[in-house]
C-alpha cells in the first residue's frame, strides 16, 4: 500500500516503511518514535545507506484503516518533530543569549546582591532574634523576677 507521498506496506497488525535521512533526521525519527512507544510496539533498523527502517506492530488487533492511520499519524508526527527542530536550531542563539543573561548578567548579580544586602539591614535594624526569657531577668537585687 502506498499513499500519495508517503510509501508504507501492511501486514498483519503491523505497518511499515523506510526513511531517507535526508529527508527526515535521525533525531525527529527517533522524536516520533518515542511519542508512539504507548501507541504500539516499534522496531527501527538500518536499511540502507542514509535510511532507516520503521515497524509499527499494534497492540491488538486492528484493521487495515486503522493500520494506515497509525502509519499517516506517524508521518504527521514525523513532520512535526523535523519543524520543532528547525525551529530549536534558527532560535537557538536568542536561547543561549536569555540563559547566559539570567545566569551571568551583571542586572541580574547585581540585583540578587542588593536583595541580600537589603535582608541583611533589615535583620539588624529589626528586634533582635533572642527570645527573652523570663527567668533570665532580674531586679536589682539579683532576685528572678
Known amino acids: 500500500m502506498s499513499s500519495e507521498t508517503f510509501q508504507y506496506e501492511l501486514g498483519e497488525r503491523h505497518v511499515a516503511f523506510t526513511l531517507d535521512e535526508s529527508v527526515y533526521s535521525r533525531e525527529a525519527i527517533f522524536g516520533a518514535a518515542y511519542l508512539f512507544v504507548d501507541k504500539c510496539f516499534?522496531?527501527?533498523?538500518?536499511?540502507?545507506?542514509?535510511q532507516l527502517r520503521v515497524r509499527l506492530k499494534t497492540k491488538g488487533e486492528a484493521s487495515p484503516e486503522a493500520l494506515e492511520t497509525l502509519a499517516g499519524e506517524f508521518a504527521n508526527e514525523l513532520l512535526n518533530?523535523?519543524?520543532?527542530?528547525?525551529?530549536?536550531?534558527?532560535?537557538?542563539?536568542?536561547?543561549?543569549?536569555?540563559?547566559?543573561?539570567?545566569?551571568?548578567?551583571?542586572?541580574?548579580?547585581?540585583?540578587?546582591?542588593?536583595?541580600?544586602?537589603?535582608?541583611?539591614?533589615?535583620?539588624?535594624?529589626?528586634?533582635?532574634?533572642?527570645?527573652?526569657?523570663?527567668?533570665?531577668?532580674?531586679?536589682?537585687?539579683?532576685?528572678?523576677?
Do not use: C, H, K
Not at 516499534?42 to 542514509?50: D, E
Open 81 to 145: 518533530q523535523s519543524i520543532r527542530q528547525q525551529v530549536s536550531q534558527d532560535t537557538r542563539r536568542i536561547r543561549e543569549y536569555y540563559m547566559g543573561r539570567a545566569f551571568y548578567g551583571d542586572d541580574t548579580r547585581a540585583s540578587i546582591d542588593a536583595l541580600l544586602a537589603e535582608l541583611d539591614a533589615e535583620e539588624l535594624a529589626e528586634e533582635p532574634l533572642e527570645i527573652a526569657v523570663p527567668w533570665e531577668n532580674s531586679d536589682q537585687d539579683g532576685a528572678v523576677g
Open 42 to 50: 516499534l522496531w527501527l533498523s538500518v536499511a540502507g545507506a542514509s
